[in-house]
């Protein structure tokens, strides 16, 4: 897109960009916590910039009506209700741009929830669902207040649902699953 005054023509170049993290675990009622941001990565202001989120098809506004400058950026941030299994979580992001252009862009992850955990005598056994094309890690820790995670086991992901085995130990311990 060009404009010009006079003699000086200057080319647009809009953009947006997104990224989005699943938040680590799953809050107490089954809540999937997400947090992300969106950057204006082109030349020109951006107005009326929404930010909307789906889950598994449903969709909802996150923020509307923001401005962001040539090179600024907006933090975001939610939650939803997790379904068994891998949860898909697409963030659209849209704008517009000096001439009135529409300006968008999308980015996802799929957070993952735990679907069963259980121990016997001397194991600790902890189910999920895997995606394909993905690789996750099991972290463990004594105390959430510390945050000093460990890690144990790495595994690719298939499409199935996996369980990892940890032996039981005096010590309490808390786990995450974390996908890349």
């Known amino acids: 897109m060009n404009y010009g005054i006079g003699n000086n023509v200057t080319t647009l170049i809009p953009g947006i960009e997104c990224r989005k993290f699943c938040a680590d675990g799953v809050g107490p009622?089954?809540?999937?916590g997400f947090t992300g941001y969106v950057t204006n990565t082109g030349n020109t202001p951006l107005s009326n910039v929404g930010v909307t989120n789906s889950v598994n098809g449903v969709l909802g506004i996150i923020t509307n009506n923001i401005t962001l400058p040539v090179g600024g950026a907006v933090n975001f941030s939610g939650s939803y209700q997790g379904v068994r299994g891998p949860n898909m979580n697409v963030i659209f992001v849209g704008g517009i741009d000096a001439l009135g252009s529409n300006v968008t862009s999308q980015c996802e992850a799929t957070c993952t929830t735990v679907l069963e955990s259980r121990a016997d005598t001397s194991n600790f056994f902890l189910s999920f669902a895997t995606g394909t094309d993905r690789t996750y890690t099991v972290e463990?820790?004594?105390?959430?207040?510390?945050?000093?995670?460990?890690?144990?086991t790495n595994l690719p992901g298939d499409g199935t649902v996996v369980t990892v085995r940890d032996s039981i130990t005096n010590a309490q311990r808390f786990y995450r699953v974390l996908a890349q």
Not at 29 to 32: N, S
């Open 29 to 32: 009622t089954g809540a999937i």
């Open 140 to 152: 463990f820790t004594s105390s959430l207040s510390l945050g000093e995670w460990q890690s144990l």
